[in-house]
């Protein structure tokens, strides 16, 4: 039995479960559902997105951008319509934006909104956003001219931005994130010049990839981690088909390879190569994994991930790996819990600054159902092999640690496994809970 009850806990009761020859479909990607809102907002013209992320963050990206003078329909899976404003002609909101849950609202929104010569906009969000890192962000923007507030001297929300005429930069930034990298793009947009960003290693592409859908003049090196975007360039309106998340079929790969008698089809998957580290990973770990049906659509590779149950065993995650599976790496760890043999995750100090400190949950939440894990500052080491059983998991109100462990209690023994606040997986997985049920809990196997 898998039900939600009504205090918001997702309960898995012990059993033999197995699913078999079942097709899913995983919501449209985060971040490009983001961009597309983004980018259509200050384009000229019209965009339309089908496929987009019904998630409570992208809602909050739509929130924000139709507060500031855009015209967006109704939130649709179908079909979205934005009616541009165009480059610079943001207005100034009646009211304080709310980015919600979202770091990638709040982050890559500060980018363009310091651009805006003379307009004022004050941003907040809830309380795991108001105490996650913007300094990141906040300090190439202020190299290039922004004027920006906010708590701890701008390291933490909320945030206000008096808009500035920009300077482009030549930035080096200490880590591969996309959200840093996305901001000082977008900033650049209204500069004259041209804005550089060089990575460590390389971060997801979505932005320089519907930037330049969009009109903009962007270059990359892909061998220096380097994007070049000369500023100056009018967006065009366009449309955008926003490919399934890997991110979240990432729970389902998991699921096929460690839950006895499981084969599942997931149609449609973004398998963008700067997202495709969890591929890569289970691959390495003796998952039975297929690609079919590879296309590409509007600029972003696709395709259907066949996955079949396989022991797996354990291997090492780290390095230029890490900034193409940092979202995935709560079920990765789940993965390996299954797995024969030692995982070691490092490098991941990224984990500790999202929606929760999600190494410490994972650890805790790993040994609370019996696994042995030691936790390091920039991640962990997972000796895998013995059974998991039932427990109370706290998700600290973070969708990936609850859709993690919502995996784990399908393996789990002896008691039910209880997440609490499982709620909060509508932030970017709405049908996660409908597709478990779908997927796990009709009949047992024979």
């Known amino acids: 039995m898998i039900e939600l009850l009504e205090n918001h806990k997702l309960v898995l009761s012990p059993r033999a479960y197995a699913t078999q020859g079942k097709e899913i479909t995983v919501p449209g990607d985060k971040s490009i559902s983001h961009r597309a809102l983004m980018l259509g907002s ?25 507060a500031m003078g855009a015209e967006i329909s109704p939130l649709n899976s179908d079909f979205v319509r934005i009616k541009g404003i165009g480059l610079g002609n943001l207005q100034e909101p009646n009211n304080i934006l709310d980015a919600g849950n979202s770091g990638t609202t709040l982050r890559l929104m500060l980018g363009i909104l310091a651009s805006h010569t003379g307009r004022f906009f004050a941003i907040t969000g809830d ?17 290039m001219g922004a004027t920006i507030w906010g708590r701890e001297n701008g390291a933490k929300a909320p945030l206000a931005v008096m808009g500035q005429k920009l300077h482009p930069i030549h930035y080096i930034s200490p880590i591969a994130s996309a959200q840093v990298k996305s901001a000082i793009l977008l900033a650049g947009l209204l500069t004259s010049g041209e804005t550089i960003v060089t990575e460590p290693e390389q971060s997801r592409d979505h932005s320089e990839r519907m930037l330049k859908a969009f009109g903009a003049d962007v270059r990359v090196d892909r061998d220096s981690h380097t994007v070049i975007l000369k500023g100056g360039n009018r967006l065009q309106g366009q449309e955008v088909i926003v490919p399934g998340d890997i991110s979240s079929a990432a729970f389902w790969l998991v699921a096929g390879s460690i839950v006895p008698n499981s ?6 998957v973004g398998v963008n190569p700067t997202r495709t580290g969890v591929l890569e990973v289970l691959r390495a770990m003796g998952a039975n994994l297929t690609l079919e049906n590879e296309r590409e659509i ?40 299954c797995a024969e043999g030692r995982t070691v995750i490092r490098d991941a100090e990224e984990l500790r600054v999202k929606e929760s400190d999600r ?20 991640g962990m080491e997972i000796f895998g092999g013995r059974p998991l059983v039932g427990t109370t998991i706290d998700s600290y109100n973070d969708h990936r640690i609850a859709m993690s462990f919502a995996i784990a209690g399908l393996v789990a023994q002896k008691h039910p496994t209880a997440i609490e606040r499982a ?8 049908s996660f809970i409908p597709t478990l049920q779908f997927l796990y809990g009709d009949s047992p196997s024979s």
């Open 263 to 268: 084969e599942i089809l997931i149609k449609n």
């Open 359 to 378: 190494i410490a949950a994972t650890v805790q939440g790993l040994r609370a159902m019996g696994a042995e894990v030691i936790e390091h500052p920039d």
């Open 42 to 66: 200050i384009a000229e013209g019209e965009t339309i997105i089908r496929g987009l992320l019904l998630g409570e963050d992208p809602r909050s990206t739509a929130h924000c951008f139709s």
């Open 298 to 337: 509007t600029g972003e590779p696709i395709a259907d991930l066949r996955v079949k149950t396989a022991p797996l065993k354990g291997c090492e995650i780290g390095g230029s790996l890490i900034p193409r599976l940092i979202d995935e790496l709560p079920v990765l760890a789940v993965a390996a819990a």
């Open 423 to 430: 709620d909060c997986v509508t932030i970017s997985y709405p």
């Open 127 to 143: 309380d795991s956003l108001r105490a996650r890192p913007m300094l990141r962000v906040v300090d190439p923007l202020r190299r």
